[in-house]
Nanobody, 116 residues
Framework: QVQLVESGGGLMQTGGSLRLSCAAS????????MGWFRQAPGKERELVAG????????YYADSVKGRFTISRDNAEKMVYLQMNLLKPEDTAVYYC?????????WGQGTQVTVSS
């Protein structure tokens, strides 16, 4: 079992930066592909960025390419999402996700609000 705790959200102006962190528990963290999802009011949850077990492969949604960077530290059991050049449309609750086969875990989410 993996427990995930996000932090780092907050209020930021357009063009600013935030770094989200996800702290994971459990002995098999390095077996999990990790991702950051977000859900804005009235919208479905969407995958923003993903990273493979050892960090060699990453994925980004088109809407965040060139602005967001996902990274992980398996020794510290941490996943990060560096968000630059924030836009009002980035406003959402951001969730950390861990996936390994049929196992899938979510954090409680952290709110990111970008003012125009």
């Amino acid at each position: 079992q993996v427990q995930l705790v996000e932090s780092g959200g907050g209020l930021m102006q357009t063009g600013g930066s935030l770094r989200l962190s996800c702290a994971a528990s459990g002995r098999t963290f390095s077996n999990y592909a990790m991702g950051w999802f977000r859900q804005a009011p009235g919208k479905e949850r969407e995958l923003v960025a993903g990273i493979s077990r050892r960090g060699g492969n990453t994925y980004y949604a088109d809407s965040v390419k060139g602005r967001f960077t996902i990274s992980r530290d398996n020794a510290e059991k941490m996943v990060y999402l560096q968000m630059n050049l924030l836009k009002p449309e980035d406003t959402a609750v951001y969730y950390c996700n861990a996936e390994w086969g049929i196992r899938r875990y979510w954090g409680q989410g952290t709110q990111v609000t970008v003012s125009s």
